[in-house]
């Protein structure tokens, strides 16, 4: 097992795999930009590195600083958590050159994951679902317009080297097709530094259902059930909850069995999520992408399923076995996350500065994941996540309750929150139908449409 672990990230997740590392007896180093320098994950490591200033790209997304810190203090291992250099096959790579564990799959996978349009193609090949499309990056127009009449209208186009929503084009006729293509393939350019895009069939107002897993480096796979994350606002999730309202058990077995069979197929080797979007007039499930990371909302699978997917995470890449078999996983009762940030809850403007009061919830079947408290400062710098909330119930019903009650014992002043938006949402009769898609929050906070005289 690894003695010392270099944390690549900041704020709850660094602190969520100091959790990890410390049940562990792990060692723990810190990184903080100059924003960062009180933060709590800097305290409650057991060695902290300033890695350079506020910005980013030359702090927590910066290769060589990075590495300089865990050459000096001797980790033998990097967590990146999410977001920053979580998915850079880069940085895999150059942990290899150096000796040090990357904690994710290999840079191979990464690699393949990250370009859209293969991974689309690895996973068809290995039997997944996905969505009727071009095979790979669109050639030319005339190769596009071919796809296009084929799939029928409306169809979308993605950025090969894109994901979580950026690059895309939504095309509903024949006539739009040739300049959003080059405009598509223009942004990609200049986003992704890569200009390939694919079509896929658009589907209106899909569900979003991902299937989290875990692999080791004998070849185990096992998969921990799906999460729904359709609550979301220009592709920032809001709301994610576990399990999906609408998968049934043998939906459920036969989904896992599906990533299961395709993540072997590829060699995944670390926790990893498998997103699928649903068609709500059919039920029928199709693979998106797939992410190699530690995601924002794994908590809800940790809450339905007792595992602490951070310990195994590492557990597995420090080459040990899985330690649980897919017949060791149980599920029960219902999670849900809000993601409370730190932003106006209805412009939904940033917020940054410092807390003064504060105050959490806790009680039975809740669950905080957060790195602020009284008289913290929110930088401007980084992403508004300040908190996760989750609660835990025997069904949805309860965990809904609990998680109203919750947010309503939540003091963050100095601030503005999303609690009150999501007290709202809670309160919403579609939400609480389970009636919920990606076009949710459009119609939630669409003004109400005026009374017939
Ligand atoms: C789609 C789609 C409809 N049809 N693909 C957005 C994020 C990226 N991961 C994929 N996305 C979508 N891809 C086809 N063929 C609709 C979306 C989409 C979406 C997906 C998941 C969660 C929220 C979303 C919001 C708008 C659009």
Request: overall charge negative; charged content about 25%; glycine content about 8%.
């Amino acid at each position: 097992m690894f003695k010392k672990i270099l944390i690549a990230n900041r704020g709850e997740i660094a602190l969520r795999v100091i959790c990890a590392c410390r049940e562990m007896g792990i060692k723990t180093v810190a990184v903080f930009s100059e924003a960062d320098e009180h933060s709590l994950h800097v305290r409650f490591a057991d060695e902290a590195v300033c890695i350079g200033p506020a910005r980013s790209s030359e702090s927590y997304l910066h290769v060589p600083a990075i590495i300089s810190a865990a050459e000096i203090t001797g980790a033998d291992a990097i967590h990146p958590g999410y977001g920053f250099l979580s998915e850079s096959a880069y940085l895999a790579e150059v942990c290899e050159a150096c000796h040090i564990k990357f904690i994710g799959p290999g840079p191979s996978v990464i690699r393949l994951m990250g370009e859209k349009s293969r991974a689309r193609r690895a996973m068809k090949k290995a039997g997944v679902s996905t969505l009727p499309g071009s095979d790979g990056a669109v050639e030319s127009e005339e190769d596009a317009q071919k796809v296009a009449l084929d799939l029928g209208y409306p169809v979308i186009i993605k950025a090969s080297n894109g994901g979580g929503g950026r690059g895309m084009r939504i095309v509903r006729s024949p006539e739009e097709l040739s300049q959003a293509l080059r405009t598509a393939q223009r942004e990609a350019q200049a986003a992704f530094g890569i200009g390939d895009v694919y079509l896929e069939k658009y589907l209106e107002a899909p569900r979003h259902i991902e299937v989290q897993i875990l692999g080791d480096e004998h070849g185990n796979v096992v998969h921990l059930g799906e999460r729904e994350c359709s609550v979301q606002r220009r592709h920032q999730k809001l709301i994610e909850e576990a399990p999906s309202a609408v998968i049934s058990d043998e939906q459920r077995a036969a989904l896992g069995k599906m990533v299961v069979d395709a993540a072997k197929a590829v060699g995944y080797a670390s926790a990893g999520t498998f997103e699928f979007l649903m068609d709500t007039s059919t039920g029928q499930l199709y693979f998106i992408e797939a992410n190699t990371r530690l995601q924002v909302e794994h908590g809800v699978t940790e809450l339905v399923t007792g595992i602490d997917i951070v310990k195994e995470q590492i557990r597995v890449a420090s080459g040990e076995r899985l330690s649980f078999t897919q017949d060791d996983v149980q599920m029960s009762g219902h999670a849900i996350e809000c993601r409370i940030n730190a932003e106006h809850p209805t412009t939904f403007a940033p917020s940054p500065g410092r807390i003064d009061a504060f105050c959490l919830p806790g009680g039975p079947g809740i669950r905080v994941d957060t790195f602020i408290h009284a008289e913290a400062t929110v930088p401007p710098n980084y992403d508004s996540l300040v908190a996760k909330l989750m609660s835990f119930g025997r069904d949805r019903e309860e965990a809904i309750a609990r998680m109203r009650r919750a947010l309503e014992m939540t003091v963050i002043e100095g601030i503005h929150t999303s609690v009150p938006m999501h007290l709202r949402i809670l309160a919403d009769e579609d939400f609480q139908q389970a009636r919920i898609s990606t076009a949710f929050m459009e119609r939630f906070l669409a003004p109400p449409t005026p009374p017939k005289a």
